[in-house]
T-cell receptor, first 115, second 109 residues
């Protein structure tokens, strides 16, 4: 693994189904993030985690949950998917102690369609 | 509320120069980022400004004026591969990134 990986690459899901999007990083970054990206809108933060064992809500957390059991993994769960959750989901990580820029590194994304 | 504005789309010619503007109103400021995103791909980091002035990195430069809530990304000697969306993002007082909707840059031969 090099950087951040996400799985699946894409998924079509029936409304009401439960779905977990996986995210794994091998850079030992403390901070991890989940964003959704919709056409015409900027990236919107769903949930974040500043360090293993802690999570926080972003701008659009409703309908989503996360966990951070260890440094490397940060799964995002949709408990009961709805069509408005159709989007491209990006996972990102950063190391706030690496330097002043706190640059975020992004995974390749998961394209989710809820029917 | 927090707001970041950038043009939706711009067109430029190969070999030319283009300036993409970004204005912001955020709760606090801890730096401004520019990212590049090719269609169907993840955003990748281009630049970071936290102090006023111009930061140059090869063909790309980024400028910041904190008093005006304004930044621009300058791309020189445009190449076809520069066709992408350019995302402006501000790190707010909670150290969360607030993102603009992005500027789609179209390069014509």
């Amino acid at each position: 693994i090099a950087g951040i990986t996400q799985a699946p690459t894409s998924q079509i899901l029936a409304a009401g189904r439960r779905m977990t999007l996986r995210c794994t990083q091998d850079m030992r970054h403390n901070a991890m993030y989940w964003y959704r990206q919709d056409l015409g809108l900027g990236l919107r933060l769903i949930h974040y985690s500043n360090t293993a064992g802690t999570t926080g809500k972003g701008e659009v957390p409703d309908g989503y949950s996360v966990s951070r059991a260890n440094t490397d993994d940060f799964p995002l769960t949709l408990a009961s998917a709805v069509p408005s959750q159709t989007s491209v989901y990006f996972c990102a990580s950063s190391d706030p102690q690496a330097g002043e820029s706190n640059e975020q590194f992004f995974g390749p994304g998961t394209r989710l369609t809820v029917l | 509320g927090q707001n970041i504005d950038q043009p939706t789309e711009m067109t430029a010619t190969e070999g030319a120069i283009v300036q993409i503007n970004c204005t912001y109103q955020t709760s606090g400021f801890n730096g401004l980022f520019w990212y590049q995103q090719h269609a169907g791909e993840a955003p990748t980091f281009l630049s970071y400004n936290v102090l006023d002035g111009l930061e140059e990195k090869g063909r790309f430069s980024s400028f910041l004026s904190r008093s005006k809530g304004y930044s621009y990304l300058l791309l020189k000697e445009l190449q076809m591969k520069d066709s992408a969306s350019y995302l402006c993002a501000v790190l707010d007082s909670n150290y969360q990134l607030i993102w603009g909707a992005g500027t789609k840059l179209i390069i014509k031969p």
